[in-house]
């Protein structure tokens, strides 16, 4: 068309625009936008569609229309073709490009907190970490800052200037110096010229490094000839520019005013980046780097000067800001003029980084005036950080107003409030000779208890105060300020640990270590509140800091061992963590010693390593960059080391002892965990968010009863940290935040109940005990793990009936997985349609048959209270019969309708009429409809809507935790429990580990010498979810991952005793499905429908019992319908033997899959006899004949049952070779190419 811009050719455009992922949008939508436009094709994005044409319509018109019609269908295909397709079935089919557009922007527009905190983020993480490259570097941080000034996230140019000069290696340290001594400030546009200018002298240099070894010898390099000389620099001299004096002719080396000011400097030992900045000669107190030929740098060498102590200076304020676990420089100052500290020097203190990281936050408006004397008012909160340790999510802080005096406890759930204040005003009171007088906190209800109409409902914690005479102060809703002590404190403290932990690198497990070494250092600390240290205050005397050290700094620490032997190492490897409670000493994480955290007074602290930045020292690394995971032991139990001779161990610097002074006790009873007696474990959960940074293995050797490739686990209960967890009780419910939509949940509950006629109200007979009923939370999440609905369900206590008066029979069926896994096959081969429908609240449908009465649900009792009880009518949740009455129920509904049971799987149905057909299955609640005929599968929903309250789920997606994913284009359905997998992977703390190449491989073995050998073993191997980790991995197993079969069988053989060799063999198979847990379970349409059997063993392959290794596996559609890998119950004498009882075990199987898929009336292959293969021709030829001999009369004759079933013409059993044996990896261990290959014909895999 004239004057249109023909497009240029989309494979050459395409390539330069990133595909939609989702968090990629903004990026994406501009560059779309902007190609569209260049390629003149945006016009029906810029217009509204013209008017239709018509027989008036002008050539104008039609021109105009077909320009929008063009630029609508081609920029349509340009947008599609950049949508990745993972999530291209996601977006919705338009006709217009304008709705396109909205319909991804409404999906996919992230908020601007969200991108603007990612944003922040990336921003903090930047840094150079060569001398190249330093204008792409600060360009690249302008561009983020720009991106953030668009979210209304300013950074003034000063502040960008610094900080941007702080993320420069260490070879632009003197550079640094240079602009710290100007007093003018340079723009972002100066900073780069000077930059870029120190970047080329750098460069330039870099042919001296290897020199300056021997540059004391008094040659240079100028002096030398031959090779390497470098080319003379007289010109580059001239145009140079000092980047001390700014002026040109001279470097900086050569300044008169540079060296002017080196030598007024003052210090007491100086740090050079090259020696010559001080000329010939011998240094005295003088320190340069030394840069040798392989570019090592060695940022502590320095020259000798009669002393082989490690310079640290104690003066430094940086120093003493890490060490006091950075506070602000204003609280250091105030010690040094209070004279807790002595003179420091403040020039070394520039920005710390990890405290903008843990501390940046918005202003907040100033507090009240405080009290006149200790114990007139106490401020109290209770804070969560996300995180548990060892079941403790929460932590309760107790500050005296007057002093800002701090005790902190950490407590199990909310509850434990009460317990824990009455443990601190028994102390205190007891202590200080005063009564507390005021308790200010906020409305929580473990404070406040409820508000209602008539006014507060005291809980315990209210009532406690006002038996004890003690007034309580509440905060008005919505008014956190009104507590502003205990929130600014609370505040305080977790920005202090999140510093803490970004310096030191340490797990975040730890961050109950760096609390309470927080609650410490603030106790000992100025504060803007008060006139002196809350110590001071609290105690009368000031404290003492001279036993402080850097939280997390390595260290050497002296333990007592009374097996010591006299060539075994002193000292353990270790990070000091904290200062013991009620002793003198320290607390150190040392990941090599059995117990992971101990106590010591007697250690070398490396804090110089610490402040450095120094990785190579502190060998604190991710998870992921070992090949297996890397993580510290622990154990609740604790290591004291009392106090020993000190013994020289060949270190430079002497072991470092507490002072001994009354008042350097490191913890006064301040930071103390609530007594055994009413700490609750929290039941665990199957998902949960768990960082996975760990400490690297140290390159020193280390002596450990437990090697450091595994993790232990204090208890289950952890698994708990980062996840969201659910109310546990109806009280913990009404006073969460979440309160409101719990309460809706349960009126809903109550109105299903109401609805269905559940009970009736009556009075209890005589001689009855009415069972009891609880309330259920749960948390719904869809397939991706986002919240759907808050869903609560009111329980029977069933443990309390009696067998023979409440209930009979019990027993209910569940579909098994073989038969949903051949219903799947079959509709991925004749493409039917797969529906989801869910039933209500579906026991309340069973009728029960025993007369049960039940007490009144907390919370909903009726006007009578509790006079009255329900005597139930249904089969309420929680009933021993409940599931069999549901069952029972449905059954007689779904018959009248004429579907009938599959009489070898009593929860699969069909209904044939003519040449409709319609498969049910029923798995509990859960309903799966496939059909070939959409009229029949609306009847059916219709009926199940008529006579049960149903969930219509539409299209299936995803049941009993597997996510069905279906192209029935290309005629495939896959199932994946990725989602699962992750789960467990977050679960177990294996989500950032390195992948496996095979869950189990050649040569791998496992016997008993690997189970615990003594006490000591076994009790460290009860801190370990061994079973746990086998329980999760084996659904996954006997769901979609036949490829795990083997190894999982294998682990669960020693799950009464397991050993180390084994925990690592279950950690192994997680890190297989962390490298493949995108597989999915593929059947696909095929020419030839049909079942095939496999069946392989591994003879004598247990080393302990010399039995075998019975596997079988079973395709139908070109994927995996039914396997098993199992330990034989006999023990074979021969690999005939073992051949032939895997035939059996495999016929038995297949004669049942034969009889369930000859039940469902829609494959006409089944009635042909089951094709199985085994790659032992002995095997074989015993099964298709009668003959037997010396080596085969003693097999037991129940096993000949296959002889039958071949002459029957059910199955059929032929001879196939080794290589094609798709069993093999059921019984034994594979090199990984040949096992890929394997799992592949099983039809595992990704779909392309």
Not at 512 to 518: F, R
Not at 588 to 615: M, Q, W
Request: glycine share 6%; proline share 4%.
């Amino acid at each position: 068309m004239a004057g249109v811009v023909q497009p240029a050719n989309f494979s050459d455009i395409r390539s330069d625009i990133p595909e939609l992922k989702g968090d990629n949008y903004k990026i994406w939508k501009e560059r779309v936008l902007l190609h569209l436009g260049w390629m003149d094709i945006d016009y029906a994005i810029r217009k509204d569609e013209p008017p239709a044409l018509t027989d008036t319509s002008t050539a104008a018109d039609i021109t105009l229309y077909e320009r929008w019609e063009r630029s609508n269908r081609l920029s349509m295909m340009f947008i599609k073709t950049r949508i990745s397709a993972g999530i291209r079935g996601s977006v919705d089919q338009h006709e217009k490009v304008r709705d396109l557009l909205k319909a991804i922007d409404e999906q996919f527009v992230t908020s601007d907190k969200a991108l603007a905190s990612t944003l922040i983020m990336k921003f903090s993480s930047l840094r150079l970490t060569s001398v190249r490259g330093v204008r792409e570097h600060i360009m690249q941080m302008r561009d983020t800052v720009a991106q953030l000034k668009k979210l209304e996230v300013e950074m003034s140019e000063s502040f960008l200037v610094h900080y941007i000069l702080n993320t420069l290696p260490h070879q632009y340290g003197p550079f640094k110096i240079s602009y710290n001594t100007h007093k003018e400030k340079w723009s972002i546009n100066e900073l780069m010229t000077m930059c870029v200018q120190e970047e080329g002298r750098l460069v330039m240099e870099q042919g001296e490094s290897a020199m300056l070894a021997t540059r004391g010898k008094g040659k240079s390099q100028a002096n030398q000839k031959g090779k390497g000389k470098i080319p003379p620099q007289t010109d580059i001299k001239k145009d140079s520019k000092c980047f001390f004096c700014k002026k040109k002719g001279h470097m900086k080396k050569e300044c008169a005013k540079f060296q002017k000011w080196l030598a007024d400097k003052g210090s007491s030992f100086s740090l050079f980046y090259k020696s010559d900045y001080v000329g010939n000669g011998t240094l005295s107190d003088g320190l340069y780097c030394i840069n040798l030929q392989n570019n090592a740098t060695y940022d502590s060498m320095h020259v000798h000067t009669g002393t082989k102590r490690c310079v640290i200076n104690e003066d430094s304020s940086k120093l003493w800001h890490q060490r006091l676990g950075h506070i602000s420089i204003e609280r250091i100052k105030r010690l040094v003029n209070e004279g807790v500290l002595n003179t420091l020097d403040f020039t070394d203190f520039e920005t710390c980084v990890d405290c903008i990281k843990g501390k940046q936050t918005n202003k907040s408006k100033k507090g009240a005036n405080r009290s006149s004397d200790i114990l007139e008012i106490i401020h109290t909160d209770i804070c969560s950080p996300d995180m548990d340790s060892h079941g403790q999510k929460y932590f309760i802080s107790f500050i005296d107003d007057y002093s800002r005096y701090m005790y902190l406890y950490m407590l199990y759930n909310k509850n434990e409030a009460l317990d824990a204040f009455k443990i601190f005003k028994a102390e205190v009171e007891k202590q200080c000779g005063k009564q507390i007088k005021i308790v200010r906190s906020d409305r929580g209800g473990e404070y406040y208890g409820r508000y209602t109409e008539d006014g507060q409902a005291p809980g315990p914690f209210a009532k406690f105060l006002q038996e004890h005479g003690i007034v309580a102060q509440y905060t008005m809703p919505g008014s956190p300020d009104q507590n502003g002590v205990a929130e600014r404190r609370n505040r305080t403290l977790l920005d202090m640990v999140r510093s803490m932990l970004s310096s030191s690198n340490l797990p975040k497990s730890l961050w109950v270590e760096a609390l309470k070494t927080a609650v410490y250092i603030l106790n000992r600390v100025p504060t803007k509140a008060v006139p002196k240290t809350p110590f001071e205050l609290w105690k009368g005397w000031k404290p003492s800091l001279k036993h402080m050290r850097v939280w997390g700094c390595p260290s050497e620490v002296r333990i007592y061992n009374p097996q010591e032997k006299k060539l075994d190492p002193r000292t353990i490897s270790g990070y000091f963590i904290g200062y013991a409670e009620r002793s003198k000493g320290y607390r150190f994480y040392c990941p090599s010693h059995s117990t992971r955290i101990v106590e010591s007074r007697n250690a070398k602290f490396l804090e110089n390593d610490l402040i450095s930045g120094s990785d190579q020292t502190r060998n604190i690394v991710s998870e992921k960059d070992h090949s297996e995971s890397q993580t510290s032991t622990s154990s609740d139990r604790l290591v004291v080391v009392y106090s020993t001779p000190q013994v020289q161990t060949g270190v430079e610097q002497p072991i470092i002892e507490v002072p001994q002074a009354a008042d350097d006790i490191p913890v006064d009873q301040v930071v103390q965990e609530l007594p055994r007696t009413f700490e609750q474990r929290v039941e665990p959960h199957t998902s949960q968010e768990y960082d996975g940074t760990t400490l690297r293995r140290s390159i020193r050797p280390k002596r450990s009863a437990i090697p450091d490739d595994y993790v232990v686990y204090l208890q289950e209960s952890d698994y708990n940290i980062g996840a969201k967890n659910d109310p546990e009780f109806f009280s913990q419910a009404m006073s969460c935040k979440e309160s409101e939509l719990w309460y809706n949940a349960m009126k809903e509950e109550m109105n299903s109940m109401k609805s269905n006629g559940v009970w009736d109200l009556v009075e209890l007979p005589n001689g009855v005990k009415a069972i009891g009923c609880k309330w259920v939370f749960k948390t719904k999440k869809d397939s991706l793990g986002n919240i759907e609905r808050y869903k609560a369900r009111l329980v029977a206590k069933g443990f309390t009936q009696k067998e023979g008066i409440d209930y009979t029979e019990t027993f209910s069926p569940v579909s098994k997985k073989d038969s949903l896994r051949v219903i799947l096959a079959l509709v991925a081969h004749f493409d039917l349609e797969l529906q989801q429908m869910d039933v209500k609240t579906a026991f309340l449908n069973g009728d029960l048959e025993e007369e049960v009465y039940m007490k009144q649900p907390e919370g909903f009792l009726s006007s009578d209270g509790e006079q009255l009880v329900c005597k139930l009518k249904k089969s309420i949740y929680g009933l021993k019969q409940a599931s069999r009455q549901w069952y029972l129920k449905f059954h007689n509904v779904i018959s009248s309708f004429g579907f009938v049971e599959n009489i070898m799987d009593q929860c699969i149905y069909q209904k044939v009429s003519g040449s409709k057909i319609c498969f049910l299955v029923l798995y509990v609640d859960d309903i799966l409809l496939a059909t070939n005929d959409k009229g029949l599968l609306h009847e059916v929903k219709q009926f199940l809507s008529k006579n049960f309250d149903m969930k219509d789920m539409g299209e299936a997606s995803y049941v009993i935790g597997i996510k069905i994913h279906r192209d029935r284009f290309q005629g495939i359905l896959g199932l994946s429990q990725e989602t699962y997998i992750n789960k467990v992977l977050e679960r177990f703390r294996m989500n950032d580990c390195s992948p496996s190449v095979a869950p189990i491989v050649k040569g791998d073995r496992f016997n008993l010498n690997q189970c615990p050998k003594n006490d000591l073993e076994r009790e460290q191997m009860k801190n370990i979810p061994y079973a746990s980790a086998v329980g999760s991995l084996m659904y996954a197993q006997v769901c979609t991952r036949p490829d795990i079969a083997f190894a999982v069988g294998m682990l669960g053989r020693y799950q009464s005793d397991p050993g180390l060799d084994h925990w690592r063999a279950a950690k192994k198979v997680m890190r297989y499905l962390q490298g493949t847990k995108d597989y999915m379970l593929m059947y696909r349409r095929t020419d030839n429908l049909e079942v095939i059997g496999y069946s392989d063993s591994d003879f004598a392959g247990c080393i302990d019992s010399r039995k075998s290794t019975s596997g079988y596996i079973f395709l139908m559609a070109s994927g995996a319908v039914s396997w098993r890998s199992a330990k034989q119950t006999l023990t074979a004498t021969s690999t005939m033997e073992a051949e032939f009882v895997s035939c059996f075990e495999a016929t038995s199987h297949g004669v049942w899959l034969k009889s369930f898929i000859s039940g469902l009336r829609i494959m006409d292959s089944i009635s042909r006899p089951l094709r199985m293969y085994c790659d032992n021709s002995a095997a074989v030829f015993m099964a298709k004949n009668n003959k037997s001999g010396s080596r085969s009369k003693h097999i037991d004759i129940k096993y000949l049952a296959i002889r039958e079933r071949i002459k029957e013409k059910k199955v059929v059993i032929e001879h196939v070779s080794t290589e094609l044996m798709i069993a093999d990896p059921l019984t034994k261990g594979m090199p990984p190419l040949k096992f890929k290959d394997h799992v592949a014909k099983m039809g595992l895999g990704s779909i392309i």
